[in-house]
């Protein structure tokens, strides 16, 4: 990723959530934002045991 986000999926995953607390309403919004890749984020984090809740706005 080129996005400047972490390549740890721990650390993505913390790192995302906290950006969608703080700055973002959707992980959509994020991503384009960032220019981040969807796919590859959820992907990664999914690896890790993590799915993105879109009514809680975060990944658990």
């Given at each position: 990723m080129e996005t400047g986000l972490p390549k740890d999926p721990?650390?993505?995953?913390?790192?995302?959530?906290?950006?969608?607390?703080?700055?973002?309403?959707?992980?959509?919004?994020?991503?384009?934002?960032?220019?981040?890749?969807?796919?590859?984020?959820?992907?990664k984090l999914k690896k890790a045991?993590?799915?993105?809740?879109?009514?809680?706005?975060?990944?658990?």
């Amino acid at each position: 990723m080129e996005t400047g986000l972490p390549k740890d999926p721990i650390l993505l995953m913390s790192v995302v959530n906290t950006k969608l607390r703080d700055h973002y309403h959707t992980l959509d919004e994020l991503c384009e934002d960032l220019r981040a890749d969807k796919e590859e984020i959820t992907g990664k984090l999914k690896k890790a045991g993590y799915e993105y809740d879109a009514v809680r706005g975060q990944f658990v």
